[in-house]
C-alpha cells in the first residue's frame, strides 16, 4: 500500500473492487427481483445489518428502523415475511451508484454507496420509496466478499409503515 494514502485502493484492488461490486449489484437484484431468501447470505455469520435514519445516524442513535445482528436474525426476518407478516404485495427497483470504496485493513474495505429505491405496489402505483446511502464494511477475507456490517442510511426519517423488505 502506499505510505501516503493507506486507506486508497491499488491497481492491485482492482479484482476486488470487481468482486465487491458485483456483490453489490447481485445483493439489489435479489431483492428487487423476490429472491428475499438469499438476502442473508450476504452477510458473514456476525453480519449486521441497520436501516436508520440520518439524524438518527448523526446523533449517534444505536437504534434504527430496522436492526438485524447477525445472519440468523435475518433469517428470521426472511421467514416472517414469508409467513407470518401481511402486506399488499410491492415490488422494490433499486438505483446505485458504484461504490466508493477504501481499505480498512487487509481484509476489509469500507464502502459508501448512494442508492434510490422505486416501490411499485399490485395496481402499478409508483414512488420513490427511499433514498440514502450504504455504509458498509466488507470483508474479502474468503472466496465471496459478504456484509460484515451494512448500515442504510435514509435521507429522510418519515418512512412508510410499508417497510417489508431490506434495502
Excluded at 119 to 145: C, I, W
Excluded at 157 to 166: A, E, G, N, Q, S
Aim: proline fraction near 4%; glycine fraction near 4%; charge should be negative.
Amino acid at each position: 500500500m502506499n505510505a501516503e494514502a493507506p486507506d486508497q485502493l491499488e491497481k492491485s484492488d482492482i479484482g476486488l473492487q470487481t468482486q465487491i461490486e458485483d456483490m453489490f449489484a447481485d445483493y439489489v437484484h435479489s431483492i428487487d427481483d423476490d429472491d428475499i431468501e438469499a438476502w442473508p447470505e450476504f452477510f458473514t455469520e456476525t453480519g449486521f445489518y441497520q436501516i436508520i435514519s440520518r439524524e438518527s445516524h448523526a446523533a449517534g442513535h444505536a437504534i434504527g428502523l430496522l436492526h438485524c445482528d447477525g445472519k440468523g436474525m435475518m433469517k428470521d426476518r426472511v421467514k416472517a415475511m414469508r409467513e407470518a407478516n401481511i402486506f399488499e404485495p410491492h415490488r422494490y427497483t433499486h438505483v446505485i451508484e458504484r461504490p466508493r470504496l477504501k481499505r480498512h485493513s487487509p481484509e476489509l474495505f469500507n464502502a459508501r454507496t448512494n442508492f434510490i429505491v422505486t416501490r411499485t405496489m399490485q395496481n402499478g402505483d409508483m414512488e420513490t420509496f427511499a433514498s440514502g446511502k450504504y455504509l458498509d464494511l466488507v470483508d474479502v477475507s474468503k472466496k465471496t466478499p459478504k456484509f460484515q456490517k451494512r448500515l442504510v442510511v435514509l435521507d429522510s426519517r418519515r418512512i412508510d409503515i410499508l417497510l417489508v423488505y431490506p434495502l
